[in-house]
């Protein structure tokens, strides 16, 4: 009985080993129906879905802010969905850009500036936002915020400049 067995399974080793002459074998993770060439086509977050992520997270973390504006990034640069331009209540000196995962994760720049009721926030594409405001002399500038990451480390890169009128 035991060399039965023992033949079965050589003979069915060897005809998985070698496999049928002229043939090719070919292994499929997914049927053929679900694979494409083409990525999915993600939809950019709403500003709303935006605010909500933003809320939930400054919930979480419990303090005071007012939120300025906001702005899908519809490029999905570096995993982010979305970018707040806000300032904290006790500092109306600094404003800041938190850029939002879709998990609500953010990681924030601030800057010194004081921007305007009504101020809004533009997405250039490629990680990076930007936002008018006036300084001490009442001439008006453009800010421009631009994240970047690598790995698990987070860079932001700041620059003003003349508003062009």
Not at 14 to 33: D, E, I, K, N, Y
Not at 132 to 154: A, K, L, M, Q, V
Request: a negative charge; aromatic letters at 12%; glycine letters at 8%.
């Amino acid at each position: 009985m035991k060399g039965w067995k023992m033949a079965l399974l050589a003979a069915v080793l060897m005809v998985v080993l070698c496999g049928c002459p002229g043939q090719t074998t070919a292994v499929s993770r997914a049927p053929a129906f679900e694979m494409s060439q083409q990525e999915p086509v993600l939809e950019p977050y709403t500003e709303e879905e935006i605010l909500a992520l933003f809320e939930r997270a400054r919930g979480r973390q419990k303090w005071a802010v007012t939120v300025i504006d906001c702005v899908p990034i519809d490029d999905f640069a570096y995993g982010r969905v979305g970018a707040v331009l806000f300032s904290e209540e006790n500092n109306a000196k600094t404003v800041y850009v938190a850029f939002l995962n879709s998990e609500g994760i953010f990681q924030r720049c601030g800057v010194e500036h004081r921007v305007e009721d009504g101020t809004s926030l533009t997405y250039l594409g490629d990680g990076e936002v930007s936002f008018p405001f006036r300084d001490i002399n009442g001439t008006t500038y453009r800010c421009s915020i631009r994240f970047s990451r690598e790995g698990s480390d987070f860079y932001f890169v700041h620059g003003d400049a003349p508003a062009e009128e």
